[in-house]
């Protein structure tokens, strides 16, 4: 599956944003997908993973509360709400698919994943 990620820009803290990221190649409905950022001279870090179905997702402490993970299997997108960002929040952010059948492997791990797009800049100012 290709992954095309989009959205990002500059904002103001306390503003919002939405980033969306494009499948094609495969049944998407047949992956899991996750966010995760990468923020310069630090490790890719997790932010939020949704099942297959969209029924359960999952969150990074530090964006719980601030941050919607969402999909369209309709339209083979999935999406990142953000709101109420923060200078902290700055990154590029990257979304990763893997099959729904690996539901094991921790989601919370880059190496759980098999895809990945190639980003979207985040630049949050204070």
């Known amino acids: 599956v290709q992954l095309q990620a989009s959205g990002g820009g500059l904002v103001q803290a306390g503003d919002s944003l939405r980033l969306s990221c494009a499948a094609s190649?495969?049944?998407?409905?047949?992956?899991?997908m996750g966010w995760f950022r990468q923020a310069p001279g630090k490790e890719r870090e997790f932010v939020a993973h949704?099942?297959?179905?969209?029924?359960?997702?999952y969150y990074a402490d530090s964006v719980k509360g601030r941050f919607t993970i969402s999909r369209d299997n309709a339209k083979n997108a999935a999406y990142l709400q953000m709101n109420s960002v923060k200078p902290g929040d700055t990154a590029g952010y990257y979304c990763?698919?893997?099959?729904?059948?690996?539901?094991?492997?921790?989601?919370?791990?880059?190496?759980?994943?098999?895809?990945w797009g190639q980003g979207t800049q985040v630049t949050v100012s204070s």
């Open positions: 949704i099942r297959w179905n969209g029924f359960t997702t």
């Open positions: 990763a698919a893997r099959s729904a059948s690996r539901y094991y492997i921790d989601y919370d791990r880059t190496q759980g994943y098999d895809y």
């Open positions: 190649g495969h049944t998407f409905s047949s992956y899991d």
